[in-house]
């Protein structure tokens, strides 16, 4: 039944008191009522009842609250649920196991601690226990200020993971709990951590900050003991633990890692007596003491690639190549003398002169330093990867080798947060395969501690680019929790009158100060801030979740009112509006900074960020403002809040209303500035009355043509353009966008040997040097509607209850399969054209209904399990004839 406690299998440490259960219907289960139960398992009683809830007449299988006794602080617990049918219950279902955090904040009793407030290097801390026999259970509750490792006697228990994830350390700091009841020993225990800078010290953003929220580094541990008579003991963090340094000299989860492998890395860890360089700790006072337990799957080592080639380079350094752009580290065999001092510098591209281009990143703008690690051998054969960073890469460059390395001395740890990434689709155009893989690649390299625009230059939860690419996450993976997690530190971080900062967490810090001057204006741009209304809206129609529209309504709504208090003291009213709105133009945004359509094609991103600060894009600003208002009406809806539901309701129309008469001339055939994503963004967003959506589709149509078919939309409306000319019936132009193969265009990036999605639409420049980041997931956002589109999956209800199968089949494909993962089971679409035969596969989850749309106009009901329709494209044309236009809202 796939239970899930928290959207979440067997979650270890969770602090909501009153966890959400979910799980799914067996084949030919049908439910009409559920009931619960709680069991506290213990070695005697494994199958121990702790409370059984009542019957509940209810078909919801998604988000149960958990209603029965408070849970206690780091427990263990299971979880059943049995189904009625009528009025025949059905069994227990197995138990579903989780554990508590600590739901308790005056729990707390260790200390943050520290080394020499002067020393910047990596900070080694080391502790011990003289345990006795009889535990029964320990668990360690973990976290830095920095990124840790924790060991205990002498093993790593905390996994390699770069934990604590990244929060804004002012408001909420992680932590991780861990079970290490095998790893105790009775009498003397060893305790040890090692943190580097990570998110907390390390160099960050756009603006390449160091030492944003703090200076000093410290780790905390409570370790919780648990007898046989169930008495508990801790053994924490404080004055009686060393602090010293070790083998890592610097790091920085940016610029690299320095190690000297000459210097011990067991003393620390075995060791019976301390070594002599450790000496006593000092108190750190952390910018917070709120602390919060991890909430999705930690950072992993993904996936492991061998090295495909090393040579020499005109330079004489020796060029690694694997093959693959990602984020990671390299591990390598180092068998050099002691001493030896091996550089390795990492990049996505070479460049022309056959030399690793470490200054391609930032294109026409300022420069960072490259990302470098530096090891010192120690004269041993034995195998090294740092420990606190992370870098984009596909080619390395080493420096010092005294031989050419063997490719099989080395290889790349792809790291990225362990999500499922189920989403299939696959179709007989391998440039279309190829373009799926770049874009689950690209994020896959972005995924790791929090949603980021690139693994290489800023790093930065940038709201705009998850707001474009969350549907499209969420087809490739289980990214309910991820998503959840990156919403809630967007709300904690939301500015008093509603502005949003353009990346989360943000760069305003009490110990920093404010944020750069040219990011602090960027707080109102729209389609960015929108990530605050939209996001939450792709997880209530994807996963059926509602727990999200109410944890972040609050943040919806102010983001909402923002916007509203930006029209209303909108400065350009006379001088860009000549003609007379009627009152109207209270709703029109023109002030602020917003980032706009960013990066269409050919465009310069200082040129673009000048042009909209002289001038606000204020038809793409108001338009978003229309779409957000509209959207958190439906949430207030869902939520029963009827005076909300009208009230921005009321609002949106009136801000479509300001937008016709504002930008719409021609009865919709000249729309704004006039490019492609005006027309893009209208339709989309339902801003045009019935009558006005034809001449606006046929100039879109005019634009694209006159473009020799090719697109001209960035980063806010590409991932609507494709579904608009397929929902207006010009699917025919969507599949011709969709297999353009010269610049700018999704398969020109694949016929170039891409294996991410790039940045920009180009990539190069007209020399043909890089510019700008190679593994930029916005643009990879099309890959929904090869799902929703091509092979046709679509949540006709939220969370996929209903779905609609309405696959567009055309551009030459013989066939394409998709596989969603819905909350109820797997969906699948397959489709495949022999001659004029077509025939569809189609697969609907047990507990969900299906509705299946041919293109002969036919429409079928199905129910739960397997269907298969065939038919002729004959059939479909005549029941086409002319091309039609859409007039309803999707």
């Not at 001395?409 to 696959?426: T, W």
């Not at 939301?494 to 204006?521: E, K, L, S, V």
């Not at 009230?647 to 949106?652: F, G, I, K, Q």
């Not at 994503?677 to 149509?701: G, I, K, S």
């Amino acid at each position: 039944m796939n239970l899930r406690t928290e959207r979440r299998i067997a979650p270890l440490g969770i602090d909501n008191p009153s966890p959400a259960l979910s799980w799914q219907l067996g084949t030919d289960v049908a439910q009409t009522a559920y009931q619960l139960r709680l069991l506290s398992p213990s070695a005697a009683d494994p199958g121990k009842v702790a409370w059984t809830g009542a019957m509940v007449v209810s078909s919801a299988i998604l988000d149960v609250p958990y209603a029965g006794p408070p849970l206690a602080s780091l427990s263990r617990y299971a979880w059943q649920v049995r189904l009625w049918h009528g009025d025949q219950a059905g069994p227990w279902s197995d138990p579903a196991p989780f554990e508590t955090a600590v739901l308790d904040p005056t729990f707390w009793t260790a200390e943050w601690i520290g080394g020499d407030a002067a020393n910047q290097a990596p900070l080694y801390l080391r502790g011990t226990a003289d345990l006795p026999d009889g535990i029964v259970s320990a668990r360690a509750c973990v976290s830095a200020l920095g990124w840790y490792r924790f060991f205990l006697n002498g093993q790593e228990v905390s996994g390699g993971a770069q934990v604590p994830r990244w929060t804004h350390f002012d408001h909420v700091i992680e932590y991780q709990v861990y079970d290490v009841t095998a790893a105790l020993r009775p009498g003397r225990n060893i305790l040890a951590m090692a943190v580097g800078d990570g998110r907390y010290r390390g160099h960050s953003g756009i603006a390449d900050k160091r030492e944003t929220f703090g200076d000093r580094l410290a780790g905390f541990l409570q370790l919780v003991l648990t007898f046989a008579d169930g008495t508990q003991r801790s053994v924490c963090t404080g004055s009686d633990w060393l602090a010293g340094p070790g083998r890592i000299i610097q790091s920085d989860p940016k610029r690299g890692e320095q190690a000297d492998l000459r210097l011990p890395d067991s003393d620390w860890l075995l060791d019976e007596s301390p070594p002599p360089r450790f000496g006593p700790v000092s108190p750190v006072v952390p910018p917070t003491r709120r602390l919060v337990a991890e909430e999705v799957a930690r950072v992993v080592a993904f996936q492991r690639l061998p090295a495909q080639r090393a040579w020499q380079a005109p330079s004489g350094k020796v060029l690694v190549d694997f093959g693959q752009n990602m984020a990671g580290v390299v591990r390598m065999r180092l068998t050099q003398p002691a001493g030896t001092r091996l550089t390795l510098t990492f990049s996505e591209v070479l460049g022309r002169d056959g030399e690793l281009d470490t200054a391609y990143l930032f294109g026409d703008m300022a420069r960072h330093p490259p990302q470098r690690d530096v090891v010192i051998s120690g004269g041993q054969d034995e195998w090294w990867q740092p420990w606190f960073t992370i870098h984009g890469f596909r080619y390395v460059e080493i420096d010092g080798a005294d031989a050419m390395p063997s490719a099989t001395d080395l290889e790349a740890i792809v790291l990225s947060s362990d999500l499922d990434y189920h989403g299939r689709f696959e179709c007989s155009d391998e440039r279309i395969n190829q373009l799926i893989r770049n874009v689950r690649w690209s994020m896959i390299s972005n995924f790791v501690d929090t949603p980021t625009d690139c693994p290489t230059r800023e790093r930065s939860g940038w709201t705009g680019d998850i707001q474009v690419f969350a549907q499209t996450a969420a087809y490739l993976a289980d990214v309910q929790p991820y998503l959840r997690r990156y919403l809630g530190n967007l709300a904690l971080e939301q500015h008093a009158n509603g502005a949003i900062p353009p990346y989360i967490p943000g760069d305003r810090t009490r110990h920093a100060g404010a944020a750069p001057r040219w990011m602090r204006q960027t707080v109102d741009s729209t389609g960015w801030g929108d990530a605050s209304v939209m996001v939450p809206m792709v997880l209530y129609r994807h996963y059926g979740d509602r727990l999200v529209l109410e944890r972040q309504y609050d943040s919806m709504r102010r983001w909402v009112d923002h916007l509203a208090g930006l029209a209303q003291r909108s400065p350009g009213r006379g001088r860009l509006f000549p003609r007379r709105l009627g009152g109207l133009e209270r709703y029109i945004v023109d002030s602020g900074f917003h980032w706009g359509e960013w990066l269409r094609p050919g465009e310069s991103m200082p040129l673009t960020y000048i042009r909209h600060c002289l001038r606000a894009p204020a038809s793409v600003a108001t338009g978003y403002f229309a779409q957000s208002a509209r959207l958190l009406a439906d949430a207030a809806g869902v939520l029963g809040r009827e005076r909300d539901r009208a009230r921005y309701s009321d609002l949106a129309a009136s801000v479509r209303r300001a937008w016709r008469a504002a930008f719409v001339r021609r009865s919709g055939a000249r729309i704004g500035d006039d490019r492609q994503d005006d027309y893009v963004r209208a339709l989309a967003f339902d801003l045009l009355p019935d009558d006005e959506r034809p001449a606006a589709l046929n100039r879109l149509v005019e634009l694209i043509e006159a473009a020799d078919c090719h697109l001209g939309t960035g980063f806010l409306s590409t991932p609507l353009l494709l579904p608009v000319l397929a929902r207006f019936g010009r699917a025919d132009l969507a599949y011709r966008l969709l297999l353009q193969d010269t610049d700018p265009s999704w398969l020109s990036q694949i016929r170039r040997g891409a294996t991410t999605t790039w940045e920009s639409w180009e990539g190069h420049n007209r020399k043909g040097d890089a510019r700008y980041s190679h593994n930029h997931y916005a643009f990879g956002a099309v890959v929904a509607w090869l799902f929703e589109g091509v092979a046709g999956i679509q949540a006709a209800e939220p969370g996929f209850r209903h779905i609609r199968f309405a696959p567009i089949i055309g551009g030459g494909l013989a066939h394409a399969t998709a596989e969603v993962i819905t909350p109820y089971g797997r969906a699948t679409s397959a489709w495949r054209v022999s001659g004029d035969a077509v025939e569809l596969q189609v697969l609907v989850p047990s507990g969900a209904t299906g509705e299946v749309v041919l293109d002969t106009g036919a429409v079928h009901t199905v129910g739960a399990g397997p269907s298969t329709f065939r038919w002729h494209r004959s059939m479909a044309r005549r029941a086409a004839g002319s091309p039609r236009q859409a007039a309803g809202r999707n």
